[in-house]
């Protein structure tokens, strides 16, 4: 009895013993799963590649090779770009990418070669990326002061395009946030072909009178948003391109520049709608035009532009605030083989939009006369021109305007 009852002792021992032994190799098990994981993340430091930040040394090199290292690997991939100055040519970063996201923290500064000679297009081309963030507080230096009399687009519309600085293509849930884009020598960010990009506190500066240095221009996308953002340069501070929707701006300071554009639209055959495009709280100081919707005189595409809503705007001595200019024709070329009616805007609504205009016209509206501008609405527009007697007028031809809290002169309400 006595040697049955130390059996089943020893019995129940060893299962106690087998059960711990096979919990701790289970645990075991899973902390190796886990490092594995951790193990996949992969952060590459430019400088650890090679990368010298005297501003003078070509560091393209490096930086494709931490991109390439970082787009190979798997779960979550950073590039450092260090405090320094790091001097490169044409970047070109391209996706799929194998890991969960890509950052670029951008502490330091990249700057752009002037030699034209080594560009095909653009200087940093991001193309078929998702998750990808561009971080930080450096900067992005486009040295575009260098290069800027070789533009010869104020002479001639088909003229040879210089580098734009930052170009997404095909990127979809992007953050591009906190750096600053500088001196581009052409467009500073252009967005083309996206779906669900942020841009978030950055910082876009160029001299008012830089050519072609759009701040943030954008087309064929879809769910942009441009928030906290201030843009000053020779251009328009933002222009939406066709085939935009789903555009959220707010809290975007702007000028000097063009102001917030869309279009210009009708140039090409066979453009996309521009739809739902919401602009809000935000500032316009000093830049040439406000809100402004252009498209060609003669557009060689249908294209509709609506649901547009612009609301709690501020203007700062601008000099058309308000305008929409079907007869936009750039360096008179033009011809009569286009219609201005094939573009139709419609559903464009002014909401508490105040301040001061440099010139007398507040409100310029030239429509179509084939197809008048549809579903214009402005409520509490209320804007002084600088000038003597701080008198402002509208210029309407076209348009169908519905008006309330706007003084009768600047109203285009017939």
């Given at each position: 009895m006595a040697f049955r009852n130390v059996?089943?002792?020893?019995?129940?021992?060893?299962l106690v013993v087998s059960a711990a032994y096979a919990k701790d190799k289970e645990e075991?098990?899973?902390?190796?799963?886990?490092?594995?994981?951790?193990?996949?993340?992969?952060?590459?430091?430019?400088?650890?590649?090679?990368?010298?930040?005297?501003?003078?040394?070509?560091?393209?090199?490096?930086?494709?090779?931490?991109?390439?290292?970082?787009c190979g690997g798997t779960g979550k991939q950073t590039i450092v770009i260090p405090k320094g100055d790091f001097l490169t040519g044409p970047l070109n970063f391209t996706g799929p990418c194998k890991g969960d996201s890509v950052t670029i923290k951008l502490d330091g500064n990249l700057l752009a070669s002037n030699d034209l000679a080594k560009y095909k297009a653009n200087w940093i081309e991001i193309m078929r990326v998702k998750n990808l963030a561009i971080t930080g507080k450096g900067t992005l230096d486009g040295q575009g002061k260098a290069v800027w009399t070789k533009n010869s687009c104020a002479k001639s519309y088909d003229c040879k395009i210089l580098p734009n600085s930052l170009v997404l293509d095909f990127c979809d849930d992007a953050l591009?946030?906190?750096?600053?884009?500088?001196?581009?020598?052409?467009?500073?960010?252009?967005?083309?072909?996206?779906?669900?990009?942020?841009?978030?506190?950055?910082?876009?500066?160029?001299?008012?009178?830089?050519?072609?240095?759009?701040?943030?221009?954008?087309?064929?996308?879809?769910k942009v948003t441009i928030v906290d953002t201030k843009i000053g340069v020779g251009d328009d501070c933002i222009s939406i391109g066709p085939g935009s929707k789903e555009v959220n701006i707010s809290g975007v300071t702007c000028g000097p520049g063009h102001?917030?554009?869309?279009?210009?639209?009708?140039?090409?055959?066979?453009?996309?709608?521009?739809?739902?495009?919401?602009?809000?709280?935000?500032?316009?100081?000093?830049?040439?035009?406000?809100?402004?919707?252009?498209?060609?005189?003669?557009?060689?595409?249908?294209?509709?532009?609506s649901k547009f809503h612009y609301e709690n705007v501020q203007m700062d001595d601008v000099g058309y605030p308000i305008i929409i200019d079907q007869k936009y024709c750039p360096n008179k070329i033009c011809t009569s083989k286009?219609?201005?009616?094939?573009?139709?805007?419609?559903?464009?609504?002014?909401?508490?939009?105040?301040?001061t205009s440099s010139t007398p016209e507040a409100v310029s509206l030239l429509c179509s006369d084939k197809k008048p501008c549809e579903g214009v609405t402005m409520n509490d527009v209320k804007i002084e021109y600088t000038g003597k007697n701080n008198k402002t007028m509208a210029v309407c031809t076209n348009a169908k305007v519905t008006a309330k809290g706007v003084d009768k002169a600047n109203s285009c309400d017939a």
């Open positions: 059996a089943i002792r020893v019995f129940f021992l060893l075991k098990k899973d902390e190796k799963k886990e490092g594995a994981a951790s193990e996949a993340d992969g952060t590459y430091d430019i400088t650890k590649l090679g990368a010298k930040d005297d501003g003078k040394t070509d560091c393209t090199k490096e930086v494709e090779e931490a991109w390439a290292s970082a591009i946030q906190g750096i600053t884009i500088l001196n581009s020598k052409f467009f500073h960010l252009n967005i083309y072909e996206c779906k669900g990009v942020t841009v978030k506190d950055v910082t876009v500066t160029a001299p008012g009178d830089s050519p072609n240095t759009d701040g943030i221009h954008m087309g064929d996308s879809s102001g917030i554009s869309v279009g210009s639209l009708g140039r090409y055959k066979d453009e996309k709608d521009v739809t739902d495009i919401t602009v809000k709280n935000c500032v316009l100081k000093g830049s040439t035009n406000g809100l402004r919707i252009k498209s060609y005189e003669d557009a060689k595409s249908p294209v509709v532009a286009g219609d201005s009616a094939r573009v139709t805007v419609k559903d464009v609504t002014f909401t508490n939009i105040t301040g």
